[in-house]
């Protein structure tokens, strides 16, 4: 829904009406890029970037935002937005480390016991549906279906790696980002628990099977099957009349990795070594598609660095401007020439107090008093000398500045009591000869 005037009162108030109209805009473009966007509740993101840009800015930055554009408006959205994910990310933080305070739980490694795949397991497009994790006991503890249901979703994503073969406590000290040769697929799908699944209760998600991989997997399907590799949260404690490590929460997998069943057998360990010593032939492409994935990173990194030096920049410009508003709202009380005015302008706006990344009002108010008690004792000096170089007949080319002479001559009339009218006249005169 489009906003008007009459709608502001409801969501901000205290906003003069000035601000009120730029509250109405920036809702009304929030609200229309997110529905273009296709992002979800629309009108609550809207109102909130409103509030904050109506709230934060004073009357003198009303011109300066009528003239900003589409694309900067957008980018003071991302940025606040990004603001809140790190916000909320640091809160989800703090609640995890201090719901960890309170339960005495300890963290480990957890690797989950091998769940066997069914035959001819790849289907045509290269695909295979995988039961991640049986619930129940296992080696590293007891998964319970709540827990299954609860994490799967979290922590069995998309894009999750599947290696070949857990790794060796050599492999994970010396090379815990494992190596390119064992990387046998990926999960193409975020993970369900099916209490009715085909194979038993427990998560399934669907996985990419990668180069040689494929065949192999089918070749040794019968005797291969899938195991976690992650860390985990447990307690000591009871299930099924059994006791252990209960696990309360997978935190975080590393890799679903494809390993051999108990009992498989020498022979079939043979193959599964072999099917990874075939995978090394094919790393050269896989290589090249990586490098291109770090391209394309690179690209992604440069673009957001000069998002934030542009982010930077703007709000360089909104702190000068506001500055030279300041300076020029606290000039027009002082009763100076009005060129001494302007040139106290452009000098005293151009280096700005700064206080946590905004202007330090206090301070620089202080400051523009100092610049111009420093001014008109200045001018009151310069008077008295231009006084006698005029009164000299000083030519219309000498050194002293003609501008600079002026005021000298304004500023003697008005210590002797002229007003500012009388006495620009008479320095006119003055300077005439």
Partial sequence: MPWGIADVEKHKK?????????????????????????????????????????????????EWYEELDEDTLALIEGHIHGLKSSLDKERRAR????????????????????????????AQDGTVLVKIIQPGWGTSGYYSDKVLERDAPKVFTKGL??????????????????????????????????????WGPGPYARAKVFGTFANTINELAPHIGVSINGRGLAEQGEAEGQEGPIIQE?????????????????KILELFESARSRQEQGDDDMTEKLEEAQKAIDQLTAEKAE???????????????????VVSEALAKQDIPEMTKARLVESIAKNPPIKDGELDEDAFKAAIEEAVKAEMAYLTELAGA???????????????????????WIALYRNKGETLEKATILAERAMEG
Avoid at 309 to 324: D, G, M, P, S
């Fill in 161 to 198: 790696q599947m290696y070949w073969d857990h790794p060796t406590q050599t492999e994970e000290r010396e090379r815990p980002e494992r190596s390119l040769r064992d990387l046998a697929g990926e999960l193409v799908e975020n993970a369900r628990y099916m209490p009715d699944g085909a």
């Fill in 250 to 266: 997978i935190s975080s997998v590393r890799s679903v990795d494809f390993v051999t069943v108990p009992g498989a057998g020498g």
């Fill in 95 to 122: 609640k995890e480390a201090e719901r960890r305070l309170r339960f005495p739980i300890e963290e480990s490694d957890i690797m989950g016991d091998a769940v066997a795949l069914r035959e001819k397991a790849v």
């Fill in 307 to 325: 998002a934030l030096t542009e982010i930077a920049r703007f709000k360089e410009t909104a702190v000068l401007a506001k500055a030279k508003d």
């Fill in 14 to 62: 205290g906003l003069t009406d000035k601000q009120k109209e730029v509250w109405v805009k920036v809702a009304n473009g929030a609200l229309a890029r997110c529905k273009e966007k296709g992002q979800g509740d629309c009108e609550a993101r809207a109102i909130k970037q409103a509030d904050v840009v109506a709230g934060r800015m004073g009357e003198s930055f009303e």
């Fill in 386 to 408: 231009g006084a006698i170089r005029g009164m000299g007949g000083t030519p219309a080319d000498s050194e002293v500045d003609k501008d600079a002479l002026k005021e000298s």
